[in-house]
């Protein structure tokens, strides 16, 4: 399971068209846009402590303190309009703010950053911003590639007589020079991030539709959820041996239950008495079911049923019929740790593409596990999967993957199941021992588009095929692969 809030952090240089998509994507999702400037003012406007420590550099024509924009930040990202999320735009810009923020979030215990930096060609932006033009007297901003505009030249607006004219910033030698400027300052910034496997590129070519397309595929939004990214924290940290062995502890748990769960599930059986097996086994052995009240999920199981690739709320009125195929994805936490999985399987007699479905994904599952040894690397294990699932003619999910896990149910890295370097960073984090990650190949009997039920938790096929999902967690040891949910 891989769920959480939609935290954005928007890069790109000038010209990007940064506020253009952040307003989009705001809409989207139903999450507040926030830029250093607006929560500056907003600050200010408020009179609070931190606003009038803000004005006063303001006042002065000076920059305001990395410390200061930090607190105001934070304040604002603790307001109540950003519990499902938010987009930062123009802020971090430096590492440092970066570090701060992230040591913010922890704190508040906000789910992870997703850090979208949209890459434009340099020459691009040059022929962007040198090309617009304003009016002198409405403000309006056009463009040289619009029919009538052009230095000099009468607003197109036809209820104004402005003038249109260039800015000095927007000629091509001062473009340049600011491009080069932006470079120096947020390339540290970018590396920060993609160390850290949050960073995901997203071409700033083309229409803005097709770049906002591009955008809500990766982070979620029109029925899709991209949840690799949202994972708490900001550091991949290898465990101890002690932590391992808390881990196989929570693993064998898991495993347990899961092996009462596949004996319970049959023709009839509702996916609300599943979810109370479940808890009851979990609960008698000490341990506590991840899931249940995580972002405010209401179970200990993911009750995944023939179209269902994840998330699914069990209830009494899903009954389990022959030819189904089900599957349950649970996490488990035990010593402080978790351990997550999820199996699928066939209710009765089931027709020979599901059995087929089934037996690929799993399969897809171990060939994954053999890549996990040190020195290998998380786009082994994409290969892996992506190789035997397309070779089969079936298709890997895109907007969910597996994900770093241990003291907390979600930990960086982002493990993909398909390789798009233009969409993920993640790949070439290097296996090392003590690494913990849940992989957890999803696949599609048709295409691999999703779709999100009202109910903003069910994740079902876009074409209404079916769907398999098997997943365990593992860690990198000296000699290769703990599976740490194995029976």
């Not at 606003?51 to 920059?63: F, I, T, V």
């Not at 305001?64 to 930062?88: H, K």
């Not at 595929?217 to 959820?225: D, K, L, S």
């Amino acid at each position: 399971m891989a769920l959480g809030e939609c935290n954005i952090v928007l890069l790109g240089p000038p010209g990007a068209g940064k506020g253009t998509q952040a307003k989009m994507l705001s809409d989207e999702l139903d999450v507040p846009h926030i830029s250093t400037g607006d929560i500056l003012r907003e600050a200010v406007a408020e009179d609070t402590d931190l606003g009038r420590k803000a004005e006063a550099y303001m006042d002065r024509g000076e920059l305001v303190p990395d410390e200061l924009v930090i607190a105001i930040a934070r304040e604002r990202l603790a307001q109540e309009d950003c519990e499902g999320g938010f987009i930062l735009d123009g802020f971090p810009r430096t590492v440092a703010q970066a570090e701060a923020l992230g040591e913010a979030m922890d704190d508040l215990g906000r789910d992870p950053l997703t850090v979208i930096n949209l890459v434009v060609d340099e020459d691009e932006i040059v022929r962007r911003l040198s090309g617009r033009r304003l009016c002198s007297e409405c403000g309006g901003i056009y463009h040289v590639d619009q029919e009538g505009v052009e230095d000099g030249g009468q607003c197109p607006d036809a209820d104004c007589d402005g003038e249109l004219y260039q800015r000095s910033d927007d000629r091509p030698e001062a473009v340049r020079e600011r491009l080069s400027v932006y470079r120096e300052q947020t390339e540290p910034l970018i590396e920060y991030y993609d160390q850290r496997g949050v960073l995901v590129n997203v071409s700033g070519e083309g229409e803005p539709k097709e770049i906002f397309d591009r955008m809500v595929e990766v982070v979620g939004g029109g029925g899709a959820v991209m949840t690799g990214p949202r994972i708490k924290g900001h550091e991949v940290r290898p465990k101890t041996q002690a932590e391992l062995e808390t881990m196989r502890h929570a693993g064998k748990i898991h495993a347990r239950t899961l092996a009462r769960l596949r004996e319970a599930i049959e023709p009839g059986v509702t996916t609300a008495e599943l979810d109370r097996i479940a808890e009851e086994v979990i609960g008698e052995a000490g341990g506590e079911p991840s899931f249940k009240g995580y972002q405010g999920y209401p179970a200990a199981i993911c009750a995944q049923r023939n179209d269902v690739v994840v998330h699914g709320i069990p209830s009494e009125d899903e009954v389990l019929v022959e030819g189904d195929i089900f599957g349950v994805d649970l996490g488990v936490q035990w010593g402080g740790y978790h351990a997550d999985g999820a199996f699928t399987m066939g209710v009765g007699e089931i027709d020979e593409p599901s059995r087929r479905l089934l037996e690929v994904t799993e399969r897809a599952l171990e060939l994954a596990i053999e890549q996990v040894r040190p020195g290998n690397t998380i786009r082994d294990i994409a290969s892996a999967v992506q190789t035997h699932v397309e070779a089969a003619g079936f298709s890997v999910v895109r907007a969910l993957v597996g994900h770093g896990i241990g003291q907390r149910i979600h930990e960086p890295p982002q493990v993909p199941n398909f390789i798009d370097d233009d969409r993920n960073a993640t790949y070439d984090f290097e296996l090392v021992p003590g690494v913990t990650v849940a992989i957890e190949p999803m696949v599609n009997a048709g295409g691999y588009e999703v779709v999100q039920d009202a109910d903003g938790w069910k994740v079902r096929t876009r074409d209404g095929s079916r769907s398999a999902h098997f997943e365990h967690t593992v860690a990198v040891t000296e000699d290769g692969c703990w599976i740490l949910t194995a029976p």
